[in-house]
């Protein structure tokens, strides 16, 4: 079955720094890679996704990049505000609609 | 309302007990999951309904646990003989029938055994 990692568990950045997370995969048949922002006592909140035929998607301050190749993808946030702060999770799946996880990064953004 | 909901938000019980955890999905959403998520900790899969179909109950840790989903509507998930390690969040997440789309999730029930 496929393997999600995600790294790195725990990031800190200042306050109008950029921040990366990164996830690998294992299953080359997965072409759907959603990531999601989890704050304190709600669920996973989709902030961006991308699927396989693209290989960088943008939304205002939040961009995901994909390597098919490398089975590899990341997230990116620029100029970070402390509303960022929260857990961010990965996910990659596939024409099954099954869904594997990455572990979580717990980002704190320092005013 | 337009998103998932669960039902309770939080629910205490004492060891042994059973408990039951509802979660209403979006309209038309025909993928329904169950994840539970223990304190700092990240989703654990549980059981995937989709549609009609029989369900994925791969991620189903023990005979204690079931899941029900009538139609393409409400879920429940059933803790049986509750244990002080079944504490966690549970989350229930939908989806549209479609693959590549995104699921939703709701808020969740804090479970909390003593």
């Known amino acids: 079955g496929e393997n999600v990692e995600q790294h790195p568990s725990t990031l800190s950045v200042q306050e109008g720094d950029s921040a990366v997370i990164k996830c690998t995969y294992s299953?080359?048949?997965?072409?759907?890679f959603p990531w999601y922002k989890q704050e304190l006592g709600k669920g996973p909140q989709l902030i961006i996704d991308i699927r396989s035929n693209v290989g960088e998607k943008k939304d205002q301050r939040i961009a995901v990049t994909l390597n098919k190749t490398a089975k590899h993808f990341s997230l990116h946030i620029t100029e970070t505000q402390p509303e960022d702060s929260a857990v961010y999770f990965c996910a990659a799946s596939n024409t099954g609609n099954q869904f594997y996880f990455g572990t979580g990064t717990s980002l704190t953004v320092i005013p | 309302g337009a998103g998932v909901s669960q039902s309770p938000s939080n629910k205490v019980t004492e060891k042994g007990k059973d408990v039951e955890l509802r979660c209403d999905p979006i309209?038309?959403?025909?993928?329904l999951y169950w994840y539970r998520q223990r304190l700092g900790q990240g989703l654990e899969f549980l059981i995937y309904?989709?549609?009609?179909?029989?369900?994925?109950k791969s991620g189903l840790p023990s005979d204690r646990f079931s899941a029900e989903r009538t139609g393409e509507s409400v879920s429940t998930l059933t803790i049986q003989r509750t244990q002080q390690e079944d504490s966690a969040v549970y989350l229930c997440?939908?989806?549209?029938?479609?693959?590549?789309?995104?699921?939703?999730f709701g808020d969740g029930t804090r479970l909390s055994i003593l």
């Open positions: 299953d080359s048949a997965s072409n759907y």
């Open positions: 309209s038309g959403h025909t993928a």
């Open positions: 309904f989709q549609g009609n179909s029989a369900p994925d």
């Open positions: 997440a939908s989806s549209p029938f479609f693959s590549n789309q995104p699921q939703h």
